[in-house]
């Protein structure tokens, strides 16, 4: 049997770009079918426009912190449309590159909503294409509970293109998502609730991190309101009226929703051609990404695993391998560095405390929490928190945990440490870097360790 290529990747997004232009390099017809921008929801409507926000969100503590370092300047006044627009030029920049991306090595690009036929055959805008590989990489989507008023609310896509900022908004959610927003908003200006069901944030966080990072955005002014869930919302003349779960009733200008995102499945036909999924649409893979369906295969977002850019990058790259060299796919899950861009950030990597604890590791750990230098002439009264978490048993250091400037470049490296097996002992041989907040990582002594009741 012949096909018109040999992949047809569906959604050009972080895992669907990869693959398609590293198939195409090493020789495959190639097509992909995007239905929105290339890049995907990364580059359009996710890391890299949220990160450029904020930046843009932290230049306001700028003007009251440099005061101690002898600066002073005339009251700042920010304007919205400016960060916006920049930013949308900037995304522009990149869909660009992106398209250039995928050219060169020869990848046709298909404008449209991709939906399955059969187990070799996609459709796009009335045409259909056959392949001998499908890839799906469609991504996810914001989900938002069905609460009555939802229509009233946006999502962090909205977020990118808002006509104006209000001034009062509500975030719920307690999430990557709500917690970066909630920042970024009380950065520019807005005053900011952000509202969890539960009894603290980023749930699956360490538990240290998380109340030291919740008491750190009620520093910045963030009104954290935990145990508290909306029951309705209603709108009158631009202004949202949310009724919570006790029953008070208080009025915003915006009611952002970062409840989670599901899978991108609802319209690809995969139920007609019996590519399996789970309850909330997830496409079923093995552990090479292939489907229920031999044909067909996923990654990224869509099958429900580890929601991060590189992790579909990964995913892409490991897929590729199997194709190209017959080898089996071997990612380690284990071990995957992430940042939460909030203000201050949280940067994590390996296990946390709860999760040590969880497995009935014997475990010690050391932790600190400190004001930065920069902190001291400014006044400012933000503080850090270092923590590192290590098995008894062989000395490794098995998770490490940091909420302050930098945590995302700083965790980039200690990932690599533990991802290599690095003991204590090597982190304490390792000479630090003066002065700065990450050597506290080395300098761990006896002081440090945390009394725990085990
Ligand atoms: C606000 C926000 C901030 C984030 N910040 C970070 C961060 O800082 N760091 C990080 O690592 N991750 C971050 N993420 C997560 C990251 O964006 C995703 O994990 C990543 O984009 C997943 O890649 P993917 O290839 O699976 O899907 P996506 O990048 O979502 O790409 C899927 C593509 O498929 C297209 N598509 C969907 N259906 C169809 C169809 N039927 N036909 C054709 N095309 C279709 C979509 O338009 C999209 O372009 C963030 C996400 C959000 C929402
Ligand atoms: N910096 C980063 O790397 C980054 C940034 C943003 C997003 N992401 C990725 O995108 C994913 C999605 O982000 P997210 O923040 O939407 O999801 P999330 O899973 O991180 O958080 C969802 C939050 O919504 C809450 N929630 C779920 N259902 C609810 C309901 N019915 N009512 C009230 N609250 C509810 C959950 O308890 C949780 O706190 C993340 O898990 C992450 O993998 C990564």
């Not at 097509?31 to 921008?37: F, L, R, T």
């Not at 909205?158 to 917690?179: C, D, Q, R, T, W």
């Not at 998770?399 to 490296?413: K, P």
């Not at 870097?433 to 009741?453: C, D, G, I, Y």
């Amino acid at each position: 049997m012949s096909y018109q290529y040999d992949l047809f990747v569906i959604g050009a997004g972080s895992g669907g770009v990869r693959a398609s232009r590293v198939a195409a390099s090493k020789g495959y017809k190639v097509a992909v079918a995007e239905s929105s921008a290339l890049g995907g929801t990364c580059v359009n409507i996710g890391c890299v426009p949220k990160k450029l926000f904020v930046y843009g969100s932290e230049f306001s503590h700028v003007a009251q912190d440099a005061k101690g370092y002898g600066w002073s300047f005339p009251e700042p006044s920010f304007d919205w449309k400016t960060l916006r627009d920049n930013k949308t030029k900037e995304i522009e920049r990149l869909n660009g590159i992106y398209g250039n991306l995928l050219a060169s090595p020869g990848v046709e690009v298909i404008d449209g909503h991709g939906k399955l036929v059969d187990a070799h055959t996609v459709e796009v805008a009335g045409k259909t294409y056959t392949a001998e590989r499908i890839l799906i990489a469609v991504g996810a989507t914001p989900f938002v509970p069905d609460i009555p008023g939802k229509e009233h609310v946006v999502v962090s896509d909205n977020m990118f293109y808002l006509e104006e900022l209000p001034s009062k908004a509500l975030v719920v959610g307690g999430g990557y998502i709500a917690v970066e927003f909630a920042c970024i908003l009380k950065g520019l200006g807005v005053d900011v609730t952000l509202a969890y069901r539960g009894d603290q944030l980023l749930r699956g966080f360490d538990s240290d991190v998380r109340a030291f990072a919740s008491q750190e955005y009620i520093r910045l002014g963030v009104d954290v309101r935990l145990n508290t869930d909306v029951s309705s919302i209603s709108e009158d003349d631009g202004i949202k009226r949310v009724t919570f779960k006790d029953g008070y009733d208080e009025d915003f200008g915006l009611v952002l929703y970062a409840t989670g995102r599901v899978p991108n499945t609802a319209s690809i036909g995969l139920a007609d051609v019996g590519v399996d999924t789970s309850g909330k649409g997830a496409i079923k893979v093995n552990r090479n990404y292939q489907s229920s369906v031999p044909s067909i295969y996923a990654i990224g977002d869509v099958t429900d695993n580890i929601q991060l850019t590189p992790v579909a990058i990964k995913e892409a790259m490991a897929l590729l391998d199997y194709w190209f060299e017959g080898r089996d796919v071997q990612l380690d899950y284990d071990n995957i560095p992430t940042a939460v861009f909030s203000q201050p950030q949280i940067g994590t990597v390996g296990l946390s405390e709860d999760d040590a604890d969880s497995k009935g590791m014997d475990i010690r750990v050391y932790q600190t929490d400190f004001k930065a230098m920069k902190n001291t002439l400014s006044g400012n009264e933000g503080r850090s928190f270092m923590k590192l978490i290590v098995n008894n048993e062989n000395d490794k250091v098995i998770g490490a945990h940091i909420v302050g400037d930098y945590a995302g470049e700083i965790i980039q490296g200690l990932g690599i440490a533990i991802k290599a097996g690095a003991t204590k002992a090597h982190f304490d041989s390792t000479v630090g870097v003066h002065p700065t907040s990450a050597e506290e990582f080395v300098t761990f002594s006896a002081n440090a360790l945390k009394q725990r009741n085990r």
